[in-house]
């Protein structure tokens, strides 16, 4: 954490896409993310299937 003029902490994290220090504050939209454009590739990485969350359910059976 890093703190503020007000000493209020701010929590910085790291923009999922560029690695650019972000402020987790309800002030930024894009939250996690540092802009709208890293927000849109991100989006665009998961649409192309290049990011998947595994599956934890049982193997399917196979009908044959």
């Known amino acids: 954490y890093q703190m503020n003029h007000d000493e209020n902490p701010e929590k910085i994290v790291n923009c999922p896409t ?3 220090p972000v402020v987790w504050s309800p002030d930024n939209p894009w939250r996690p ?3 709208e454009r890293c927000k849109l590739i991100d989006l665009g990485e998961w649409f192309e299937e290049r990011h998947r969350i595994p599956d934890q359910g ?3 059976e196979d009908p044959h």
């Open 58 to 60: 049982p193997p399917e």
């Open 18 to 20: 560029c690695r650019k």
């Open 33 to 35: 993310f540092c802009c």
